[in-house]
C-alpha cells in the first residue's frame, strides 16, 4: 500500500513539474522562440525513442513474451489514436471565431496533454513495477518531455486573454491524470510478470505515437531547419548514455 501511493505521488509530482515549468514561461516571457521549442521537442522525442527502444521494450519482452509484449504495443498505439481522433471531431465541431482562436489552440492542447499523460502515467506505474532503475528513468524522461507541452499550453492560452496565474494554473491541471495512471499501472502491473510486460508494451506504444504523431509532427510545423534534427539525435544518444549507465 505505502508502494502504491509512493508511485502514485511520484507520477503526480512528474506530471505537474514537467509542465509546470513550461507554464512558468508565461510569467517572464511574452513569446517563445520556435527554433528553440523546435528543438526542445525533438530532443525529447529522441530521448523517449531511446527509452522505448532499450529500456521499455527489452524488459517487456523479459518479463511478458513475444505475444504479451506486442498485443501491449499495439493496444498503446491503438489507445492513443483513439483519444487523437475524439481531440480532432471535437475541435471540427467547434466554429471558428477568430478572436479566440489562440485560446481554443490552448484549451485544446491541454485537454489532449491531460489525456496523453494518462498513459505516461501509466508508463511511470508500470516501469517502477518492473524496477526501481527503470521508473526513475522514466519518470525523469516525461517530465523533460512535458517542458515544451507546457509551454506550447501556456503561450497560446496568455495570448488568448487568460491571465497569467489562470493559464499557468490550467497547465499544471492538465499534469494530474498522471498520478491517476501512475496508481493504475502500479496496481495491474503487479498481478504477474506477464501483465507487467504487457503494461510495458502499451506504455511503449503509447509513447511511441506520442513520439511520432505528435512531437515529431508538430516540432516540423515550428521549425524545418537542422537544429531540430540534431536535438533529436542527441536526445536519442542521451538516452543511450542513460541505459548503459544503468
Request: glycine share 16%.
Amino acid at each position: 500500500m505505502d508502494n502504491l501511493l509512493k508511485v502514485t505521488l511520484i507520477g503526480l509530482i512528474s506530471g505537474i513539474t514537467g509542465t509546470g515549468i513550461g507554464g512558468l514561461t508565461v510569467f517572464f516571457v511574452r513569446g517563445v522562440n520556435k527554433r528553440f521549442l523546435s528543438f526542445i521537442l525533438e530532443f525529447a522525442a529522441g530521448l523517449m525513442t531511446s527509452i522505448v527502444c532499450f529500456e521499455l521494450i527489452p524488459e517487456a519482452f523479459s518479463l511478458g513474451g513475444t505475444v504479451l509484449t506486442f498485443a501491449g504495443v499495439f493496444a498503446g498505439v491503438l489507445t492513443i489514436m483513439t483519444v487523437e481522433e475524439f481531440l480532432r471531431r471535437f475541435r471540427a465541431s467547434k466554429p471558428q471565431d477568430e478572436k479566440s482562436d489562440l485560446l481554443k489552440t490552448g484549451m485544446l492542447m491541454a485537454i489532449g496533454i491531460s489525456l496523453h499523460n494518462f498513459p505516461e502515467g501509466f508508463a511511470v506505474g508500470s516501469g517502477f513495477g518492473a524496477s526501481l532503475s527503470l521508473g526513475i528513468m522514466i519518470t525523469t524522461v516525461i517530465i523533460i518531455h512535458d517542458i515544451p507541452e507546457g509551454i506550447a499550453m501556456a503561450v497560446p492560452m496568455r495570448a488568448g486573454g487568460f491571465s497569467r496565474s489562470k493559464a499557468f494554473f490550467i497547465t499544471v491541471l492538465s499534469g494530474l491524470p498522471m498520478g491517476v495512471g501512475a496508481l493504475l499501472g502500479a496496481v495491474l502491473g503487479g498481478i504477474s510478470r506477464g501483465f507487467i510486460g504487457a503494461c510495458l508494451g502499451f506504455a511503449a506504444g503509447a509513447m511511441l505515437y506520442v513520439v511520432y504523431g505528435e512531437l515529431v509532427t508538430e516540432s516540423k510545423k515550428l521549425y524545418l531547419g537542422r537544429l531540430p534534427s540534431v536535438g533529436n539525435v542527441m536526445g536519442i544518444i542521451c538516452g543511450i548514455i542513460v541505459t548503459l549507465l544503468n
